[in-house]
Nanobody
Framework: QVQLVESGGGLVQAGGSLRLSCAASGRTFSSYAMGWCRQAPGKERKFVAAINWSGSITYYADSVKGRFTISRDNAKNTVYLQMNSLKPEDTAVYFC????????????????WGQGTQVTVSS
C-alpha cells in the first residue's frame, strides 16, 4: 500500500522560509515522478511543483517560480519543497503526490496523495 506522509509545515512570517518533506513508502520511489499541490480554504487544489524520477526535470506554477524549489532524494524515498520569500497568499494545505505518468502539472495524473501539511504565512 502506498503511503505518503508530509511534514514541515507551520506558521511563518511573510518573507520567511519553510522546507516541506514527503516520505514515501509502498512502491519503488525512484520509478515515479512526484509533485506538490496546495489547497487554500474554500478553493480547489492547485498545482505547485513537480519533479521527474531522476530530478532532472522540474515544473513550477508561475505563482511560485523563483521562490520554491522541488527536489528529491531517492535513497531516502523523500521529496522536498523548499519555500522561500513566503507570502500570505501561499497559505494553504500542501499535499504531495505520485505520478506514474512522469512529471506533470495535471493533478488528475497523480494516483496517490498524502494527507497534507498546513502552511500559514502571516503578514
Amino acid at each position: 500500500q502506498v503511503q505518503l506522509v508530509e511534514s514541515g509545515g507551520g506558521l511563518v512570517q511573510a518573507g520567511g522560509s519553510l522546507r516541506l518533506s514527503c516520505a514515501a513508502s509502498g512502491r519503488t520511489f525512484s520509478s515515479y515522478a512526484m509533485g506538490w499541490c496546495r489547497q487554500a480554504p474554500g478553493k480547489e487544489r492547485k498545482f505547485v511543483a513537480a519533479i521527474n524520477w531522476s530530478g532532472s526535470i522540474t515544473y513550477y506554477a508561475d505563482s511560485v517560480k523563483g521562490r520554491f524549489t522541488i527536489s528529491r532524494d531517492n535513497a531516502k524515498n523523500t521529496v522536498y519543497l523548499q519555500m522561500n520569500s513566503l507570502k500570505p497568499e501561499d497559505t494553504a494545505v500542501y499535499f504531495c503526490g505520485t505520478s506514474p505518468r512522469g512529471a506533470t502539472v495535471v493533478l488528475s495524473a497523480y494516483d496517490y496523495w498524502g494527507q497534507g501539511t498546513q502552511v500559514t504565512v502571516s503578514s
